[in-house]
């Protein structure tokens, strides 16, 4: 039972902690309606300056530290598009294949980098408030952050700034038409999402004391997979819920990834595969169910002709 309760416990902690990443991916992906590929990239960058902030005894600063670095590389990813006429995925590919070796140098030229007995945003959290958090900091500090985030990215969407950044997902010659930006709207919005995806390396690089440059392998992945699986379970008819979904859909993740851990249903190994294979489905479900009516259709007019 208690083993039951600590897994429980983690899932929730991890599941608020990369319900961030979702979060961005639902800014970039569903709202902006562009690909950005920089989030593998932006994650560890997010998470090495965290990390090396907090060694350097600037747990407080590493989080804003974090979010500004994201921005840049959100900035970079955007420039490239706009100005420089780079296809969406090609300019993400582009940043996050520089942001390698951004990262290594983040890290003081090493792969790696680790909090031995330095403090972090939870330990200061704990000491702060010993009687109230206990043993639930991390979970308590997670998700407060995530919740707070949820509401800032609610209340800058329902801006004019923000109902623009909307627009231009939706149509960007209505927009243009608009005496609006389109260069800038996405550059801003992009700009966002990659601060929120810095602040989730943040968050898990203080929460695990630890960074490491391969560690965002896949989060783009991970992180539309929460998206979707939110999206199923709440759907996505406003903006307030579909952030309440990236949430939900991410807490889902951890719960679903930690039972398969406890269960071993299926090898660890296989995870990931798994993972891309739900999202792939996902994706490709309005093409999968528009084929399948077709054929339904064809079927039926070849049935009344014979008839």
Request: aromatic share 6%.
């Amino acid at each position: 039972m208690g083993s039951i309760l600590l897994i429980s416990q983690t899932a929730l902690e991890l599941g608020f902690q990369y319900a961030l990443v979702a979060m961005a991916l639902f800014l970039s992906y569903r709202i902006l309606d562009v690909a950005d590929l920089t989030t593998d990239g932006c994650f560890v960058l997010g998470a090495a300056v965290s990390v090396t902030l907090t060694a350097a005894g600037h747990p407080l600063l590493a989080i804003p530290a974090a979010m500004l670095a994201g921005a840049c590389a959100g900035f970079v990813t955007a420039f490239l598009q706009t100005r420089l006429g780079a296809p969406s995925i090609l300019a993400g590919i582009i940043t996050n294949t520089g942001l390698y070796t951004v990262n290594f140098f983040a890290m003081g030229r090493r792969s790696n980098a680790s909090l031995l007995k330095a403090d972090t945003v939870f330990t200061l959290a704990r000491d702060a408030f010993p009687g109230v958090l206990g043993e639930w900091h991390e979970l308590l500090l997670s998700a407060g952050i995530t919740v707070l985030s949820g509401a800032v990215l609610y209340l800058f969407l329902g801006t004019r700034l923000g109902l623009s950044i909307r627009a231009t997902g939706d149509n960007r010659d209505m927009v243009r038409a608009s005496s609006v930006n389109p260069a800038y709207t996405v550059t801003v919005g992009l700009c966002a999402a990659n601060a929120l995806t810095a602040l989730s390396g943040a968050v898990v690089g203080q929460a695990q004391k630890t960074v490491d440059i391969n560690m965002g392998t896949g989060i783009v992945v991970i992180g539309l997979a929460c998206l979707i699986i939110g999206e199923t379970v709440l759907g996505r008819r406003s903006i307030g819920k579909g952030i309440i979904a990236v949430m939900v859909g991410s807490v889902i993740y951890r719960f679903l990834y930690a039972a398969v851990l406890y269960t071993k249903v299926v090898p660890v190994e296989c995870l990931k595969l798994a993972t891309a294979g739900v999202v792939a489905l996902a994706i490709s479900a309005p093409a999968i169910k528009a084929g399948a009516g077709l054929q339904k259709r064809k079927l039926s007019a070849s049935r009344k002709g014979v008839g």
